[in-house]
Structures are given as C-alpha cells and as structure tokens.
C-alpha cells in the first residue's frame, strides 16, 4: 500500500516555542492513521501546517501528497486537491440550512445564480452518505453536537475530500454519537478515502487505526503499525508521556470532615421554555475535604444543575435552599455566589471560561480583581506576581504570563481556567468536564490538584462523562437522569455497571426525592 502523504522533517517555531522539530509522518492510501501525544506535543499544529493554516513560507521541511511536493500557500490550495480538516471547534453557521452550510462559498450556481435545487438534491444524497435524514432545509441550530459533526464530513465529502482530518472530533459527544462518527470512518475508509485522526481517547483509536504516531515535545516518537501489532494503551501512554503511568489516578487518603454545603429541593426551569422542569427537586450535601461526583448521561442536566447553583447563571423560576455551614444563604448572582466561597469551572473553557486574546496574567486576576488592585486601580506588579506563582504551581507551559490563552494548549488553557477560580479563595469548587479534550498526562496534574485542594479542607464537586474518572476520584457520587438524582454510592459501593444500572431503571420510572437509590 503506497503513501497518499509524506511529511519530511516538518519544523515549526513561534515565538519564544519550538512548536515541532523535524516531524515526519507517512499515511497510506485508504488507511484511518492516528496522531496522539500530550496537549502542547504539537499534533494540532501539525495538522495546520499541512492543511495551509500555516502557510509554506512559515515552517521548514517538506509535504509529499500523492507522489509530488507541494506548497500550500493557504487553505484554499489543499482543498482543492482534496484535504481537508476539520477542527475541533466546528465551523458552522447556526442560523443557516444544512444546504447552505454544506455549500457554502461552494454553491451550484447557473448563469451565476444560486441553484438551490441542485444544492439541496446534492445535500440529500450527502446526508444519506453519513447517515442523516434531515431536511436539507433545517437550521444548523436545531442539531445536536454530533449530527454537526457528520453535517461537517458531509461538507467535506462535497470537496471530493481524498484525505481528511479529524481534530478532536468525538471530545464533545456522547458514546453513541462517537460510535457513529467512528463507524461513519470505517465505511469511508472502506470507499478509499484515508483519515488522521487527533483524538486523547484511546479507546476509540484502538477501534479504528491502523496506525499510530505519537508525538512528544514537537517530536515523532514512534509509529506503530496496528495492522501487525495491536498496540497497548500503557504502551501508548508511556510513548506519550516518556514515564511510566502505572496508575492514572494519584493516590490519596481521604479525611472528611463535616458538611460544609447543602442543597435542598432545588428546582430549575429552562431560560427560554418556562413550562419545562430541567432540574427536578434535587438535593445534595457536600462535606469538607470530600470529592463528590455527578454521573449522568448527556442532557441528564447535570450542567444546568451546576450553572444555576453558581449564581443562578442558568435557568429561571429556581427554588429551593442552599446552606453553607447549615445556614441559608443567597447565591442570587454571581457575585454572591464568589462571595459565599463559591467557584465554577465551566466545560466550555474557550467560550465561558476565558478570554482567549487576553494573556494569562489578566486571566488569572479576572475572579479577584480587588486581590490585585489599590484604591480601584490595577497594581500591574502584584497581578504579575500572583499570575507567576499560579502559573509554577499548575506547571502552565507557556512562554510566560503575558503569553495569549489562545495560543497555549487544551491542558495548559485549563489550568488557566482552574488558576483564576482559585485565585478566587473558594470553598466549593464545582468542576464540569475538567478533563475534557485533554491528555492523560495533564489529566494526571489536574487529578494531584484536586487532591491536594481536598486535602486542604475544600469541597469539590466533580461533573464528569467519564465513569472511570469519576470511579477513580470521588468519595461518593450521585447518579443523575432527567433532571433528578435516581442514586447515590459510596467509592466502596460504585461501578460502572451499578452506575448505569440506576440510569436505565430510571428511564421508565419518576422518582421523588425521597425514592434515591442507596445501594
């Protein structure tokens, strides 16, 4: 099987960043290749050097694509030959058709007019190609994460895509949204059509490749043919990380003391839709130095429960009770909730949780700006000091902390998020996904904090798709389905199966508060 792309010695420097040195990559004809390594180890920007987001003159090596060198002075040049990205962050406009999204600044045109016929009898036949039934004519913004991401490879499919690279696709799907996608690769695979696949989810790469790169540091480790032998996750792992991770999860010897927070019977309804109940008479208690969790399937409301605890940033018509230190206080906005001890780190770090163009040091300060100011006024010297012990703390690789957060990686960006929120002093730190789109090397870092910040006598309350994550971290974890909590387990009592378990039985039963599971 000959090589459809050759990337030879690729280097790539920012400044003050050897983004990557001497990076080579080979991807066969028809073959889904996957690209892995630690966030900042340089795939995301490997990837734009090859699609022309960097452009030719910007990097040094070279770009073999079906047996002749190119020169990609933009994104346009490697579109036309059939590669195609699509990034993490997906590229759609809401308000717009499927049809126009898929065609877009590509119509079908006749006489220089729009054929939106053609453009519409085309998207239908795509769709079919990815396994939609949508209508051509529906909204983007009517769509589910993972019907956008097939909305996208249909998009590329009408660029007679021959090589297509997937940033990330499934870090924002559910499991049979990721099944899909995953199965939607092989049947392209099986048309001829290759793949790269940038994914922290071994488990789905170990489905699907047939190769492995790992890069380290702006470096190519190795590449493991799947073909001939099956390749291990602690061997992937160990190339990533250069160490050795015999356990993912930092040990720790929980000491708990009493309960610091308490929720009771709170009720929140949709922003927009007021007649529909998103959080259904949950109650929870959280002690000090205790880590609890919130399993739950996509769309349980697990995120609505979170946001409209810190400062009723969701919903409308809440009530219930919350206690601090079993007295009742007011977390009616934001900045009551800051002040009452509490913290939310959010799933969506880019749109929520920082300014992007903004630089770490502005970041950091931003939950606590009276901490770094004198009379009103900014003290830019004692912002810069915080920022820096912050930024030796969590290990953020950047060049320094006037560094954009734009330009630093998923792992480094959250340790961002998670620095501002504890620069804030709290009590109770709600983290959403925070984890997500990271790899397991900064996952392991972000584990050790939360630890240590429970071993310092804070509550945290974990929010997490991942069931080992939760298993391997939290002292107990509520189950929540349909805007409820349908049970509760102590670490000794958890599984997955008991976990998933008390969501399927919750499926066809309502439960009131008082019908919570203990097992």
């Known amino acids: 099987m000959d090589a459809i792309l050759e990337m030879r010695s690729i280097t790539k420097t920012f400044p003050g960043v050897h983004a990557l040195s001497n990076v080579n990559l080979a991807v066969k004809r028809g073959e889904i290749h996957a690209i892995v390594g630690e966030n900042g180890a340089g795939k995301s920007t490997l990837m734009k050097v090859l699609s022309g987001v960097y452009p030719c003159d910007s990097y040094s090596g070279e770009i073999h694509y079906q047996g002749e060198l190119r020169r990609f002075k933009g994104i346009a040049d490697s579109e036309k030959i059939g590669i195609i990205i699509i990034h993490q962050e997906l590229a759609l406009v809401p308000l717009l058709s499927i049809a126009e999204n898929i065609f877009l600044g590509n119509e079908p045109a006749r006489f220089g007019v729009i054929d ?4 519409h009898r085309r998207t239908q036949a795509l769709l079919k190609k990815v396994g939609l ?21 249909a998009k590329a499919l009408s660029k007679e895509v021959k090589l297509l690279i997937l940033d990330e696709p499934t870090a924002s799907l559910n499991e049979s949204d990721s099944d899909a996608l995953l199965q ?15 994914s922290h989810k071994l488990n789905e790469i170990a489905k699907v490749a ?6 380290r540091d702006g470096s190519t480790v190795e590449t493991i043919d799947c073909r001939s032998t099956p390749a291990s996750e602690d061997h992937v792992i160990r190339l990533m990380v250069g160490r050795e991770m015999a356990d993912r999860y930092p040990k720790r010897t929980p000491v708990i003391g009493e309960t610091v927070y308490e929720l009771r019977d709170w009720r929140v309804h949709h922003p927009v839709h007021a007649e529909r109940e998103v959080v259904k008479g949950v109650s929870l208690h959280v002690k000090r130095g205790e880590i609890v969790g919130i399993a739950g399937l996509m769309g349980a409301g697990r995120t609505e429960l979170a946001m409209s605890l810190f400062g009723r940033a969701y919903g409308q018509r809440i009530s219930g009770e919350v206690r601090k230190n079993g007295q009742p206080i007011d977390v009616g906005s934001i900045e009551k909730a800051i002040a009452h001890g509490i913290a ?17 040091k502005h970041n950091i300060s931003l939950a606590n700006l009276e901490a770094v100011a004198k009379r009103m006024v900014i003290d830019e010297g004692v912002e810069y000091g915080v920022a820096s012990d912050y930024r030796r703390q969590l290990n953020i690789r950047s060049s320094g902390v006037y560094q954009p957060v734009v330009n630093l990686s998923g792992g480094n960006q959250q340790k961002v998020v998670l620095s501002k929120w504890l620069f804030s002093q709290p009590e109770l ?9 990271i790899d397991v090397g900064a996952k392991f870092e972000i584990y050790s904090l939360m630890n240590a910040l429970a071993a310092e006598g804070k ?11 939760l298993l391997g971290m939290c002292d107990r974890i509520y189950v929540m389905n349909e805007g409820s909590f349908v049970a509760e387990f102590s670490a000794a009592e958890a599984s997955q199966e008991k976990i998933m378990r008390a969501i399927v039985k919750a499926g066809s039963v309502i439960h ?3 019908e919570v599971v203990h097992e």
């Open 133 to 153: 039934n949508e209508s051509p004519s529906t909204l983007v913004t009517h769509l589910g994460v993972g019907k956008q991401q097939m909305i996208e490879i």
């Open 184 to 198: 939607l690769l092989l049947e392209l695979k099986a048309q001829g059509i290759s793949s790269i696949l940038i």
């Open 344 to 360: 939310y780190v959010t799933e969506d770090r880019k749109a929520l949780g920082l300014v992007l163009h903004d630089d770490i």
């Open 116 to 119: 939106w016929s053609e453009a």
């Open 429 to 437: 730190l709600i983290l959403d996904e925070p984890t997500r789109g």
């Open 512 to 514: 009131t508060p008082e």
């Open 459 to 469: 509550s945290i309350l974990m929010i997490s798709s991942e069931m080992p994550e």
């Open 210 to 215: 047939d190769a492995i790169t790992v890069l």
